[in-house]
């Protein structure tokens, strides 16, 4: 099955952006963007369809743009304005994500001044 590879994390002062790349190993067209946050669950913050719809969770509204390039088998998160409450692992997967061994690594996000 496909697997994923997030990268582009980092500490990053609030008010700083950042934009996170993720490579899938095929092509998958309903593709979303995850966080985990310490001693939360894993939500879905971003997704891209193959409609060309995108979805935001409030809290990123206007703040997180999702994108994709199906030539590269890849998907991107372009994070501004950043909060301390954005720190998290952000992950890449399917929507619905596919099974539990699908999960990369991720990439940690840390908005600390």
């Known amino acids: 099955q496909a697997q994923f590879v997030e990268s582009g994390g980092g500490l990053v002062q609030p008010g700083g952006s950042l934009r996170l790349s993720c490579a899938a190993s095929e092509r998958l067209y309903d593709m979303g963007w995850y966080r985990q946050a310490p001693g939360k669950q894993r939500e879905l913050v971003a997704a891209?369809?193959?409609?060309?719809?995108?979805n935001y969770v409030d809290s990123v509204k206007g703040r997180f743009t999702i994108s994709g390039d199906n030539t590269k088998n890849a998907v991107y998160l372009r994070m501004n304005s950043l909060k301390p409450e954005d720190t998290a692992v952000y992950y890449c997967n399917a929507v619905p994500p596919l099974s539990s061994e699908s999960w990369g690594q991720g990439t940690q996000v840390y908005v600390s001044s």
């Open positions: 891209i369809f193959r409609s060309g719809n995108r």
